[in-house]
């Protein structure tokens, strides 16, 4: 087997067979990303802690509550026996690199999977929503229907009849929390066995095994974007539900080096898990009225993760022998854009989606997912079709949908798209969502001088979140100015902030969620009891009133989150920080990068950046880059193109077998 490097770093594993590729990857990864596999291990078994002290001790609380570990046991005990042997391939590979004291077992792959994606789910949302309708705006309820945090991801597909090449293109962006080092990997896999021969490249979380979300195998590629599916439930848990209880112990690091231990209880249901445990020992609500909630997972029910599909992937053909993989997938829910040198084009919904009864009795699952097929294709998180509706009822506005269709449209009418013209759809930075602030902003009269300079500026504004842009600036200055304004509501007094705890803190932004929802704020008769066009009056009076902005990159800088970030610490001495850009783009624009509060760092953004050509000259990028150690010249290389909006080739050079020296 061989491990080579790309001119940026990224790995090219070739091996004789299926499991020495899976065993070389593992090599490969442990030695870009030790630091970061052993953050992941410790995230699934909750032991972060031990490390990180106290700041760690709420998701380590959480991560044995909702029994991360136990779901991968037992979705590893139902794997295949090809999968199991894949899996443990990969395992013994990270091991043979990764310290004695750091090694895996045959599950923590598994785990690995369920920690990028318990909380990518929806029912942070559903608790939130369980928040507000307790409350005394719960009136205004469907004014809040939005997907949620995990929004932002785009892809689409263009049929070879409207290609340059002649053949599918595949592109697209998951957008997500923007992590150092970055939750995904660049990766090719190349088995030369003749009976059993693939080369695929794609991305792949660091901790698993092949590629999964986003690949070209040669003849097929594929890609996803969250479907945004109602798949899971949260409920109060009533006394009488238990039917297992046990105790554990998470063990926090003091500041001496000492390890405090902490022992809390498990506790299951019929339902499901207690994730949230606020409550007494007889499962009703405790001194403060907060409840305790079990999760419902269609994972927890199956003990399954699906990722038997992985192997069926890696040695995909055609789309028919994707969409059967992904027949296997479980979670999250998922929008499948598949093509093939066949010329088939296809948009699939994947996953398991529950049946419900009247009273949320799940009471089996849903088989005639939507589907559909077209010469474009487009999906955003958005209800893409009518029959979005048998899988959930709260999907992304369609704006970045739309403004991706329009942009392909005009691109196809100049003539064929090439693969640099689909890049540049990805980066497109025009705020779209601004529509409806921009127009009622246009149809006020009666203001003050400077506010009426102010508003005629931004009606004739390129609506471009440029970095270099003051009136990108301006525009978020009185839309925040809006949004505090909505948020001081009285009616809306008392949601701001969790009540359970500050895990769940980013899903009860109040700020945030008026901010995600200002367009159906903005169109609603009197919200909360406000005059719209009172508030973006008063709004554009405090900014006219106020000093020009600096342009907007100056505000709008990446802050890629390292785990001392992510758990609320300081960077140790002598830790370098992973440089902050400035970044174009806004909380709906095609090129998603939302900051915290609307203007200031961003936070969260296109993780990977992508275009498969069928044809052979594909694209790709992630933020920073292929290595894990700041150090690395490989830690940050891809980072100027990746905040330019750009790509980079994805190199297929010849490989033949060799062993490693």
Not at 430 to 437: E, Y
Not at 486 to 492: D, E, I, N, W
Not at 519 to 535: E, I, K, S, V, Y
Not at 602 to 630: H, I, K, M, N, T
Request: glycine fraction near 10%; proline fraction near 7%; aromatic fraction near 6%.
């Amino acid at each position: 087997m061989s491990i080579t490097r790309d001119r940026w770093g990224i790995p090219t594993v070739v091996a004789g067979s299926l499991l020495e590729v899976a065993r070389a990857q593992g090599r490969a990864m442990a030695a870009d990303r030790a630091g970061q596999l052993e953050l992941e291990r410790r995230r699934a078994e909750g032991t972060c802690a031990e490390v990180y002290g106290a700041a760690a001790l709420e998701w380590d609380v959480f991560a044995r509550r909702a029994q991360l570990v136990r779901t991968a046991q037992r979705a590893h005990a139902a794997l295949s026996g090809e999968s199991v042997a894949f899996f443990g391939a990969y395992v013994e590979g990270l091991n043979e690199v990764l310290d004695r004291d750091r090694r895996w077992e045959a599950w923590t792959p598994l785990a690995v999977f369920a920690v990028q994606h318990v909380l990518f789910s929806g029912f942070p949302s559903q608790l939130w929503r369980r928040h507000l309708a307790a409350s005394a705006a719960a009136e205004w309820l469907p004014l809040f229907r939005h997907e949620g945090l995990p929004g932002g991801s785009n892809a689409f597909v263009v049929a070879g009849s409207r290609t340059a090449s002649g053949l599918p293109l595949i592109a697209g962006d998951p957008h997500r929390i923007i992590e150092a080092p970055n939750c995904y990997a660049q990766v090719r896999l190349v088995c030369t066995d003749p009976a059993d021969s693939f080369d695929v490249a794609g991305f792949t979380f660091p901790g698993l095994p092949g590629v999964q979300h986003f690949a070209h195998a040669g003849e097929v590629a594929w890609a996803i974007t969250n479907a945004v599916a109602d798949d899971e439930d949260i409920r109060p848990v009533v006394a009488g539900d238990m039917v297992r209880r046990e105790r554990t112990t998470v063990r926090v690091r003091q500041d001496d080096g000492s390890l405090q231990a902490i022992d809390i209880e498990l506790a299951e249901t019929d339902h499901g898990p207690v994730v949230l445990h606020d409550a007494g020992e007889d499962g009703e609500d405790g001194e403060d009225g907060a409840a305790s909630y079990s999760l419902r997972s269609p994972s927890w029910v199956l003990g399954d993760l699906g990722l038997d599909a992985v192997v069926d992937l890696l040695r995909s053909r055609s789309a028919d022998d994707v969409t059967a993989a992904f027949g296997r997938w479980v979670g999250p829910v998922n929008n499948l854009l598949v093509a093939d040198r066949g010329g088939v084009v296809e948009h699939r919904v994947v996953g398991r989606v529950p049946q419900r009864d009247a009273d949320r009795r799940w009471t089996g699952w849903v088989e005639d997912l939507p589907r559909r097929t077209g010469d474009v294709l487009v999906t955003a998180n958005h209800r893409a079709t009518t029959e979005f509706s048998r899988i959930g009822s709260d999907f992304a506005p369609p704006h970045r949908a739309r403004r991706i269709e329009q942009l392909l449209a005009e691109r196809l009418a100049e003539g064929p798209l090439a693969v640099d013209a689909a890049a540049a759809v990805l980066a497109d930075d025009r705020q779209n969502a601004g529509t409806a602030l921009l127009d009622l902003v246009g149809s006020l009269t009666g203001l003050g001088p400077a506010a009426t300079a102010l508003r005629d500026r931004l009606l004739v504004w390129d609506r471009s979140m440029a970095v270099g842009s003051v009136d990108a600036a301006r525009f978020a200055e009185v839309r925040a100015a809006v949004v505090d304004a909505f948020a001081a509501a009285p009616a809306l007094a008392g949601l701001d902030g969790s009540p359970h705890g500050e895990l769940f803190a980013p899903w009860f932004d109040l700020r945030g969620r008026v901010r995600l929802c200002l367009p159906n704020l903005l169109a609603a008769d009197r919200p909360f009891g406000l005059d719209p066009r009172a508030l973006v009056a008063a709004a554009l009076e405090e900014v006219a009133a106020g000093p020009d902005p600096a342009p907007w990159g100056e505000w709008h800088v990446v802050l890629p989150l390292t785990p001392h970030h992510q758990f609320g610490l300081p960077l140790p001495d002598g830790l370098p920080a992973a440089p902050s850009l400035p970044v174009p783009g806004d909380d709906d624009c095609v090129l998603a990068t939302k900051s915290l509060g609307g203007r200031g760092p961003c936070v969260q953004g296109p993780v990977a950046r992508y275009v498969f050509d069928l044809a052979g000259d594909s694209r790709w990028v992630v933020p920073l880059g292929a290595a894990g150690e700041p150090a690395d010249p490989h830690h940050h290389d891809q980072q100027a193109v990746w905040v330019a909006g750009g790509v980079l080739p994805l190199e297929r050079h010849d490989v033949r077998p060799q062993e490693n020296p």
